[in-house]
């Protein structure tokens, strides 16, 4: 059965970007290792370690459709409509882009419930990753996560886009599954209904 996951690479105090958007100290394990792991974005190349390549490969292979914000589509230009987990993108957005049609590919949906319906729609049999912290605490306050992925960095930022917020409810989590990858350790925790 398909579930939907966030996944994010986060530091190890809390954030997935520091306060300017930068994420070059927390992504640099995308770049580690030996294994070159497949992108449907031409413009963007996945050296990870062995262990770390096996994970990305189950994330990436498994996932159907993608949902995002519009903040980091507008960030990324919408991947140029290819994002490298090569799934489709659903977009949380209030305001579709005039010119949306620059994205064949992309979905866009006026909110997170909206979203993830349309993700799973698309995705069939496959899992719906989130990947974007708001949308990500969004889902989670309305219980519509299974799983929570997070690729943890070693790097303290001290400021920045925290991965969780106030979710506005208390959660717990099973125990984790972890994979100890080279400049990341990679934890996923089930979400206990």
Not at 31 to 54: F, I, K, Q, W, Y
Not at 75 to 91: F, K, L, N, Q, R
């Amino acid at each position: 059965m398909s579930k939907v996951i966030t996944h994010m690479t986060m530091s190890l105090d809390g954030f997935i970007a520091d306060p300017d958007d930068r994420i070059d100290d927390i992504f640099d394990w995308y770049a580690a290792g030996e294994v070159t792991v497949p992108s449907a974005n031409e413009g963007v190349s996945l050296r990870v370690d062995e262990a770390s390549a096996v994970m990305l490969r189950d994330l990436t292979v498994g996932t159907g459709a993608l949902v995002a914000g519009r903040r980091l589509f507008d960030i990324t230009d919408g991947w140029g409509d290819s994002h490298p987990v090569g799934a489709p993108v659903v977009v949380v957005t209030h305001h579709v882009p005039q010119d949306a049609d620059r994205w064949p590919r992309t979905t866009f949906a006026g909110d997170v419930t909206e979203a993830v319906t349309r993700a799973r729609e698309i995705a069939g049999d496959k899992d719906v990753t989130i990947a974007s912290a708001n949308v990500a605490q969004q889902a989670l306050a309305l219980g519509l996560v299974d799983d929570v992925c997070v690729s943890l960095a070693p790097v303290l930022l001290g400021a920045g886009i925290p991965y969780f917020a106030d979710l506005g409810r208390h959660l717990l989590l099973e125990d984790p599954e972890v994979v100890q990858g080279r400049r990341a350790l990679h934890l996923r925790y089930a979400v206990r209904r």
